[in-house]
């Protein structure tokens, strides 16, 4: 058990690509972890302990539960990029039942009531029940069929639904759908009676992670990183009436370059023809309108365009018109690519200038609603406190949202990069379901400004075919950069190569080609009595007592991120928005409650957003061009850290030093030029510290790269010891005793690493200094 605590990560990180691939799938890797972790936090609780009764189900609920009443549930008009003025909200008080997967029919007898449209399993559902592969939920509730004229035809809309939902109304089947996190609509009007009460029934089969489909972070044995099953409806339930030839959906495309944005539609019902129209107006003021004939895209020209941006996130009103139909969206008009900076570095742009994105992963997940936020206003608070506390970017984590929460994203002005939800990680993976909604996923978020990556795959989790999936997704959208893998299993295509490093920070390996961004890292936890979904067992990467540790910890991430970004980092996603379930790393607690971090975040991450400070190189690391040591596997004489030490008997090699798991295993950073294949290793070499970088030795950093364990003395002063495992090149601020030992002109740097666990097991060391004249004063020093 101790070996489980303190290597848990580090063993994954020394499985092979190809092996974590298949036998090693991420969701059984990361439930390790997630056990090993909490096992550790709990105080090595023993296998030998006698089974317990399962725990009382959590109450913990948000403020804004307390505004959830049968007759005001989420209220606002659930599709802000396709607006028309009548419609009716169903939310609200339904019946449900749970039966027999076997049941073909609904049951002559309800359980009881639910409130839609939150989740089964939740609390604001008032059940709080599980729903298993082998059972179906029913959903029914009657309506009034909202007046209609002149041929007009009824939508029904259903935000999502997870995962096979079927429709009835007035016992005349209307259609199946499948998929858990895109919208679906039916057009109802030939089932509805001519008058009365109209029966809606909904027949819910969802297998959560005994199936192939995308599930994100559900599961029936929630534990670790992996969260409470949603089950059924979780989005809001809507009538449209709507003309008989109506604008089912639209797709806006900008182009900064020559001040256009480009708007297509795609028609419903009857065939629509004859031409169709759309006004661009800011500020309620129209400044440019163009029409077309229906089927062909329309491209409305605006004069001294203004550009989107997190910045100034302005949005033009779009007004749109289609023979009787009449819909209102909005466009934002910006670029997000890959391109070379001054240095001729790729990082991600925006509106073809470089900018750092820097956000929390963000889970999407609430103690009382699970995969619902209670209300509209709780929705917003998360986007809303992720721009006051000073990101501008956020990564939606293999989950996705209401359309209204990416209208707020676009309206606040907040980057977004996309997960797609995944499935099972083993070898059942369902391809075509993975692909299916993919497409669709696309599809309905491609208007949104604030999107500017797609990730199809986390972590190697059901990962397949990613070349292919990659080049597919870039010819379905050709005008966002494409992750092909956050974390683990890059395939060297797409736009950006991502590494995951906790604690961190750390860089992936270097491309010339690509941008190189850090996915995750961070992950810093703080348990916060009396706002835990448990009181036990609550875990983060690495936990700390009180908010000043833990400030000062964060502190140190962001100066360090500053040296890499310097080096060519071009983002990174920090672990996270808020606690979740038994997760204790959010800025926030999983209620929203507490802010675990000072609100003067927004002046700690303002450097990150400048042009990035020039980094001059002191001891330059192994990252793009061996670096040459003396090097020898025996033990040296004592003095062998000083200066004066006669080294002449000692090897000479490149770093890094190192030995692979297996024979042919590629290092994920540093590459590996020197075998190392002994229990221990010491190194030697000079490097020249200038009389400025001496003066101002407090902006000197360590750039490590281990797997292991190392002490590292400058002159002969013990200056740096780590253990573990750094995933990438980390960078690590000088400290007091480090400042103190450099001196003006040439210093002499010792390593001794060792391993720290037996064989078959993975080895490495590669180390060196870097310099950044300005870091920012306001940021605490480590």
Not at 31 to 41: E, K, Q, V
Not at 461 to 476: C, F, I, S
Not at 728 to 752: M, Q
Request: with cysteine; hydrophobic share 40%.
């Amino acid at each position: 058990m101790l070996i489980l605590c303190f290597g848990f990560r580090m063993v994954f990180e020394t499985i092979p690509g190809p092996a974590r691939r298949a036998r090693w799938r991420g969701v059984y890797v990361m439930r390790a972890m997630a056990l090993a972790a909490t096992t550790c936090a709990t105080g090595f609780a023993t296998a030998q302990q006698a089974p317990q009764a399962p725990p009382p189900r959590p109450t913990l609920r948000t403020r804004w539960a307390a505004e959830v009443t049968p007759a005001h549930v989420l209220a606002e008009y659930p599709r802000p990029q396709l607006v028309r003025e009548r419609w009716t909200n169903l939310n609200g008080t339904w019946e449900y039942a749970i039966t027999d997967s076997s049941a073909a029919t609904p049951p002559a007898k309800f359980d009881g009531s639910i409130l839609v449209p939150f989740a089964v399993e939740s609390q604001l559902s008032g059940v709080q029940k599980t729903v298993n592969e082998q059972q179906l939920l029913w959903y029914r509730r009657t309506f009034t069929a909202p007046a209609r004229k002149n041929g007009e035809r009824l939508l029904l809309h259903f935000g999502a639904v997870d995962w096979k939902a079927t429709i009835s109304v007035n016992g005349k089947e209307v259609g199946t759908h499948t998929g858990g996190y895109d919208p679906f609509t039916y057009d109802i009007t030939d089932a509805l009676t001519a008058s009365g009460p109209q029966t809606l029934v909904v027949r819910v089969w969802d297998p959560t992670d005994a199936g192939d489909q995308p599930r994100g972070k559900q599961t029936r044995q929630p534990e670790g990183i992996f969260y409470t099953s949603v089950t059924g409806i979780w989005q809001t339930v809507w009538l449209e009436p709507v003309p008989a030839a109506y604008v089912a959906r639209l797709a806006t495309t900008s182009n900064i370059d020559n001040g256009s944005v480009t708007v297509s539609v795609t028609t419903g019902g009857a065939t629509a023809s004859g031409s169709w129209k759309v006004t661009a107006l800011a500020n309620g003021k129209s400044v440019a309108h163009a029409s077309g004939a229906v089927g062909t895209p329309i491209v409305v020209t605006i004069p001294n365009a203004h550009l989107w941006s997190p910045n100034d996130p302005f949005l033009y009103d779009l007004d749109i018109t289609v023979g009787n139909d009449h819909v209102r969206s909005y466009a934002g008009l910006r670029k997000t690519s890959v391109c070379a900076d001054a240095a001729g570095t790729r990082r991600l742009c925006l509106n073809n200038k470089p900018l750092f994105q820097y956000g929390p992963l963000d889970q999407g997940w609430w103690p009382d609603g699970l995969y619902t936020a209670p209300t509209d206003a709780a929705l917003k608070f998360d986007i809303e406190q992720t721009k006051r506390l000073g990101f501008n970017m956020i990564r939606k984590h293999i989950k996705v949202e209401p359309a209204r929460w990416y209208y707020y994203t676009d309206k606040l002005g907040v980057l977004v990069w996309q997960d797609m939800p995944s499935g099972n990680n083993d070898l059942r993976w369902g391809k075509e379901a993975h692909t299916s909604e993919l497409a669709r996923m696309i599809d309905e978020l491609y208007s949104h400004p604030s999107i500017v990556v797609w990730v199809p795959f986390n972590e190697g989790w059901g990962q397949y075919d990613t070349e292919r999936v990659t080049a597919w997704l870039k010819m379905r959208d050709t005008t966002r950069p494409v992750n092909n893998a956050s974390g683990w299993s890059d395939m060297h295509v797409g736009d950006i190569t991502d590494a995951h490093v906790y604690t961190g920070p750390g860089m992936p390996p270097f491309d010339a080609a690509r941008a190189m961004v850090l996915g995750e890292f961070g992950g810093l936890g703080l348990p916060t009595p009396g706002h835990m979904w448990v009181d036990q067992a609550n875990w983060g990467y690495q936990t700390y007592k009180d908010t000043t540790e833990l400030a000062q910890a964060y502190a140190g991430l962001v100066r360090d991120l500053r040296v890499l970004a310097a080096e060519g980092l071009s983002a990174a996603v920090y672990t996270q928005t808020t606690d979740v379930e038994t997760e204790s790393n959010g800025l926030f607690t999983y209620d929203r409650a507490i802010l675990k971090l000072p609100a003067a975040l927004a002046v700690w991450h303002s450097p990150l957003y400048g042009t990035p400070t020039k980094r001059e190189v002191v001891a330059a690391t192994s990252w793009k061009t061996p670096q040459t040591w003396q090097y020898t596997n025996d033990t040296p004489d004592t003095n062998w850290t000083k200066p004066e030490y006669d080294a002449h008997g000692w090897k000479s090699g490149p770093g890094g030093f190192g030995q692979p798991l297996q024979p042919g295993y590629a290092r994920a950073a540093v590459p590996l030029k020197t075998w190392w294949q002994t229990p221990e290793i010491w190194l030697r070499r000079t490097f020249t510290v200038t009389p400025e970088q001496a003066a101002n030795s407090g902006a000197l950093y360590w750039r490590l790269d281990l797997m292991g364990a190392v002490d590292a003395y400058i002159n002969g002063q013990l200056v740096l010891q780590r253990s573990g495992g750094t995933s990438g090149v980390g960078a690590i601020a000088f400290d007091s005793t480090a400042r103190r030992a450099v001196h003006a002109g040439e210093n002499t740097l010792a390593v001794y690493a060792h391993r720290t666990r037996p064989l078959p097991a993975f080895q490495f060391i590669d180390l060196g200094i870097d310099y950044l004249p300005e870091l920012d004063a306001n940021v605490p020093k480590r």
